[in-house]
């Protein structure tokens, strides 16, 4: 089984990468990059000026992504599974899925704030495995390009069934009934295996 722990720092650093502060960040440091080769081409007066500009771009890029990071672990890290949920969410998207059930999963991460009350005094183990879960499934389907729909769809039913429980359960109990059954799935998920389990669902790539 995947480690919890594991998984949630590998979420972090991917933030590092991909998250949203990150990408503005990385796009500003590049134009200004463009904009000293090009001022280096042309006029020297606009070199030193250039300069500036990039190192203030440089340390206000820090300081997004650390604050992007920051917040992302505040509250037991519910804005870390709130990023690697809508990532998982855009993979699937990718596929040609549209997910009601994730969709209304999303909207109750970002939302619902008694959810968000819950996280400040203790985090939801089986919201951790849900968002874990369907990011594996979502990672693994998107490695098969077109046939990744009937690898997802074929392997969902045990998340999408915790999800809807987890719209009808109180908080206070949805970690007994949902943990047993997410983590005897997470013991044993499904693995990028075209020539294995996947060749009886669609026939040869």
Same mark, same amino acid.
Request: charged share 20%; hydrophobic share 50%.
């Given at each position: ?14 933030? +590092? ?35 500036? &500009? ?10 997004? &992504?650390?604050?992007?990071? &920051? ?43 008694? +959810? ?6 203790t985090r939801l183990q089986s919201v951790v495995l849900m968002v874990l879960a369907l990011d594996l499934l979502s990672r693994i389907a998107s490695r098969y390009g077109r046939c990744g729909r009937k690898v997802f769809e074929a392997n969902q039913d045990p998340i999408v069934s915790a999800m809807q429980?987890?719209?009808?359960? /109180? ?5 007994? &009934? ?10 044993? /998920? /499904? ?7 996947? +060749? ?6």
């Amino acid at each position: 089984m995947v480690d919890p722990e594991l998984w949630l720092r590998q979420q972090l650093w991917e933030q +590092l990468w991909k998250g949203p502060a990150a990408v503005s960040a990385y796009w500003s440091i590049a134009i200004q990059l463009v904009c000293v080769g090009l001022s280096a081409l042309g006029s020297r007066g606009l070199q030193e000026p250039n300069l500036w &500009i990039l190192s203030i771009i440089i340390l206000l890029g820090v300081l997004l &992504i650390l604050g992007d990071e &920051i917040a992302s672990c505040r509250n037991h890290r519910l804005g870390l599974l709130r990023f690697s949920a809508a990532q998982s969410r855009d993979r699937i998207e990718k596929l040609g899925i549209k997910s009601k059930q994730v969709d209304r999963f999303l909207n109750a991460l970002w939302l619902n704030r008694e +959810l968000e009350f819950s996280f400040r005094n203790t985090r939801l183990q089986s919201v951790v495995l849900m968002v874990l879960a369907l990011d594996l499934l979502s990672r693994i389907a998107s490695r098969y390009g077109r046939c990744g729909r009937k690898v997802f769809e074929a392997n969902q039913d045990p998340i999408v069934s915790a999800m809807q429980l987890f719209e009808c359960v /109180p908080f206070t109990d949805v970690d007994k &009934i949902l943990v047993e059954p997410l983590r005897a799935w997470l013991k044993d /998920p /499904p693995k990028f295996d075209p020539e294995g389990w996947a +060749l009886p669902l669609f026939g040869k790539f």
